[in-house]
Nanobody, 129 residues
Framework: QVQLVESGGGSVQAGGSLRLFCAAS????????MGWFRQAPGKEREGVAI????????YYADSVKGRFTISQDNAKTMLYLQMNGLKPEDTAMYYC??????????????????????WGQGTQVTVSS
C-alpha cells in the first residue's frame, strides 16, 4: 500500500506563502485520488484540495479557491499544495491522504475524509496576524 509523508509546514505572517510536499512511496502504480485535508483545534477535518491522478480533475474548498493550488509531478510520486495569501483561518494541521479511484472516473473527487484510507503524519501550518 502507498505510504505518504508530508513536509513544508511552518509559521508565516498573514498574506505570506507556503508550499507543502507529500512524498508517496510503495504501490504507486494503482490509480489514486490524492489530496490535502486540514484540521484545526475544535473543528472537523475538512477537505482542502483533491486531485485525480488519472485525468487531473480537482476539488477545492470554497474557502481556498483562488489562493491554493494542488499539483503533482509527472511520476505521480510527489504531491504539492501551493498556498498563497495565507490567512489566520488557515492555521491547522495539514494532512496528505489517498484512496483508490477508478481509472475512468471523471469530475471533482470526493472531499469526504471518511472515504480516504491512507494518511500521512501531518505538517503544521501556523499563520499569524
Amino acid at each position: 500500500q502507498v505510504q505518504l509523508v508530508e513536509s513544508g509546514g511552518g509559521s508565516v505572517q498573514a498574506g505570506g506563502s507556503l508550499r507543502l510536499f507529500c512524498a508517496a512511496s510503495g504501490n504507486t502504480y494503482r490509480t489514486y485520488c490524492m489530496g490535502w485535508f486540514r484540521q484545526a483545534p475544535g473543528k472537523e477535518r475538512e477537505g482542502v484540495a483533491i486531485i485525480r491522478t488519472n485525468g487531473g480533475d480537482t476539488y477545492y474548498a470554497d474557502s481556498v479557491k483562488g489562493r491554493f493550488t494542488i499539483s503533482q509531478d509527472n511520476a505521480k510520486t510527489m504531491l504539492y499544495l501551493q498556498m498563497n495569501g495565507l490567512k489566520p483561518e488557515d492555521t491547522a494541521m495539514y494532512y496528505c491522504a489517498a484512496r483508490w479511484c477508478a481509472r475512468g472516473a471523471r469530475g471533482p473527487p470526493s472531499s469526504s475524509a471518511l472515504e480516504y484510507d491512507v494518511w500521512g503524519q501531518g505538517t503544521q501550518v501556523t499563520v499569524s496576524s
